[in-house]
């Protein structure tokens, strides 16, 4: 089975600084690989994901991730917050069979002005 | 807006009791999914359905079903509610039954056992 580790609960960063939020997983498999956000109040939505291609992998709102298999991680990285980004963030894995999706327990990124 | 709809959006109930959940997926979508988010055990899967019929199931106690009707809108029963069921309960939903894509979220339905 796959399993989901953030290692931060809570990320507070400044606004317009560079944020990176980590996320390791532990699979025997091949995977699949999601960031999810959740706004105050709100349900999750999809940021970016990373299926095949290229480890790079662009989403909205400016963020991106890099899958790097050696090291088993999907890091989140924005280069300049905005205030609007405050929210919680939640990496997730599936094998490439896609029977499941395991959802980490997501970071706290507050946004200070 | 994900247009997936879950009603009510907040239910306060009473240990012992049972209670339904209800989920319309976006227009198109034929799989459902159910999640539930507490503070102690994060976001953890339950049960999903494909057109219809169950095709994957997670943490999902005996005391909790769930069903797909042939509109494709889905139900998520919890019965004898206990304190520790209190939590937000979130239903997605996608075109296909395998999560190589996106799932889209509703806003969920947030359960108080008192």
């Known amino acids: 089975a796959q399993s989901v580790t953030q290692l931060d609960s809570q990320v507070p960063v400044f606004e317009e600084a560079p944020v990176e939020l980590r996320c390791n997983y532990s699979?025997?498999?091949?995977?699949?690989l999601f960031w999810y956000v959740q706004y105050p109040n709100q349900g999750l939505q999809l940021l970016l994901k990373?299926?095949?291609?290229?480890?790079l992998v662009k989403g909205i709102n400016g963020f991106e991730a890099e899958f790097n298999k050696s090291q088993t991680s999907f890091h989140l990285r924005k280069p300049s917050v905005h205030i609007s980004d405050t929210a919680e963030y939640f990496c997730a894995v599936s094998d490439t069979g896609a029977n499941n999706l395991f959802f980490g327990t997501g970071t706290r990124l507050t946004v200070i002005p | 807006d994900s247009g997936v709809t879950q009603t009510p959006k907040h239910l306060i109930t009473a240990t012992g009791q049972r209670v339904t959940l209800r989920c319309s997926p976006r227009s198109g979508d034929l799989s459902v999914y159910w999640y539930q988010q507490s503070l102690d055990q994060g976001l953890q899967f339950l049960i999903q359905y494909y057109n219809g019929e169950e095709r994957a199931k997670g943490n999902i106690l005996e005391r909790f079903s769930a069903q797909q009707f042939p509109d494709l809108h889905s139900e998520l029963n919890l019965s004898s509610l206990e304190l520790g069921d209190s939590a937000l309960y979130f239903c997605?939903?996608?075109?296909?039954?395998?999560?190589?894509?996106?799932?889209?979220f509703g806003e969920g339905s947030r359960l108080t056992v008192l």
């Open positions: 699979s025997s498999v091949s995977v699949y």
């Open positions: 997605a939903s996608s075109v296909g039954g395998r999560r190589t894509g996106e799932l889209f």
């Open positions: 990373y299926l095949s291609g290229s480890t």
